[in-house]
Structure formats: C-alpha cells, structure tokens
C-alpha cells in the first residue's frame, strides 16, 4: 500500500480480554517495528523485525505481549489478559533495510482498557 | 546504552520568534540522528535527519559531537508549527534502524 496501515484505529476493552492489533507496512519493506507512545512517556520500542523473525523484542513489557510477523509483510501485535496500564497508543513503523531515511509510521491503535 | 534527553516538555514561543527544541544523546557509537513531528491529529512523520543537511519547513538542526547534541532551530516561529516534537537516535541492529526517542517536546506558538 500507499502507507502504513493499522486496524482497528480505536480499541476499548474490558480488563482481563486479550486484544489484537494488525499492522499492514509499506510493500517491500523488510524492517518492522511497533512502538507504544503513553502520555509523558514518549515513544517506547516494543519489538522490531527484519522480516519474519524478531531480532530484537527487548522492548515487550511482559510475557503478556507477543508479536507475529508472517509473509513478510502484515504484524499482529497480541496482547493478552489487558490490563489498565496497557492503555496507549501502539504505533507501527516500516523502513527498507539498512534505510537512512528513517521510518514510515502508522496513525497508531488507540488502546483504552476498561 | 544509547539514551535521547529532550529537557523541555513544553516549549511556548510568540509567532516570529525563535525556536529552539533541545536535544542530547548518549551513544558510543557514530550517531545518526532524526527529528520527528507529529501535528495534532496527525501521525508521526519525518521532519528532518542530519545526514542530509536540509532544511525543511525553516528548521534546521546541527549535530555537535562535542556537545552530543543535536538541537532543532528555526529564525522565526509559524503558527503551523505547533506541534509535538520528538528527537531520535538511530541504532543500527540486525540489519535495521532501530530508533531510540525522546520524550518530546510540545511547541506551542501563540499569536
């Protein structure tokens, strides 16, 4: 596609369900990456992946969060038994490999857990 | 490890000032450095990186390894520039860009 696409864009669920969050990247880039940005907090690396594999997951907060990548292309970023400090918005990024040009991001799910 | 400082959480100017969005980092290695914007209601874009040497939208930002720092600059503030900005450092990693940020800074411009 054009851009980075994420679904859904807003997100409320009840304490204690498991969400899914869907990244569609840029085709043809490799490098895929999801972020959290809370309120005072900035921007937080959760996961990164070159490909279908996940070189670098230092960022996930708890065995809680996981993370797929299949075909090259599309992410789900799963999230189970939600708790209230999970709410914020997870954003996605692309870039080609090895790009200086920095990345291409998502508008981010807003996740409210309730 | 590497680490980006953005020491004020808001930044205020009147339109035709100047605008100064500090940043500093610590890495070990050669730093690659970006800042990114993200206007209201709007996702997180590019503005500018340093390996390019532009200037976009009137800003500008040098890197200074002296100082390990790498402000964002403009002679004379824009209403549109209100925003939320947030400095980047890259970490090449596998194969890709992983990028450290800062916690950003608001830029409010008032008329």
């Known amino acids: 596609g054009a851009g980075v696409s994420q679904s859904p864009s807003n997100k409320v669920t009840e304490k204690g369900k498991d969400v899914e969050l869907r990244c569609d990247p840029i085709?043809?880039?490799?490098?895929l990456y999801w972020y959290r940005q809370s309120l005072g907090q900035g921007l937080e690396f959760l996961i990164y992946?070159?490909?279908?594999?996940?070189?670098?997951k230092s960022g996930l907060p708890s065995d809680r969060f996981s993370a797929e990548r299949t075909g090259g292309s599309v992410s789900t970023l799963t999230i189970q038994r939600t708790q209230q400090e999970d709410s914020a918005v997870y954003l996605c990024?692309?870039?080609?490999?090895?790009?200086?040009?920095?990345?291409?991001f998502g508008s981010g799910t807003r996740l409210t857990v309730v | 490890a590497q680490r980006v400082t953005q020491p004020e959480k808001l930044l205020s100017v009147f339109k035709g000032a100047p605008v100064e969005l500090k940043c500093n980092y610590s890495?070990?290695?050669?730093?690659?450095l970006f800042w990114y914007v993200q206007y209201s209601r709007q996702r997180l874009q590019l503005l500018l990186r340093?390996?390019s040497r532009e200037s976009i939208k009137g800003f500008t930002a040098d890197l200074n390894k002296g100082e390990t720092s790498f402000h964002l600059k403009k002679p004379f503030a824009q209403e549109e520039d209100s925003a939320m900005y947030y400095c980047?450092?890259?970490?090449?990693?596998?194969?890709?860009?992983?990028?450290?940020f800062g916690t950003g800074t608001q830029l409010k411009v008032e008329l």
């Open positions: 992946f070159q490909g279908n594999s996940a070189p670098d």
């Open positions: 980047a450092l890259a970490l090449v990693t596998g194969g890709g860009n992983k990028l450290t």
């Open positions: 340093h390996i």
């Open positions: 890495y070990s290695g050669s730093p690659e």
């Open positions: 085709s043809g880039h490799t490098a």
């Open positions: 990024a692309s870039s080609l490999l090895f790009s200086g040009t920095g990345y291409t």
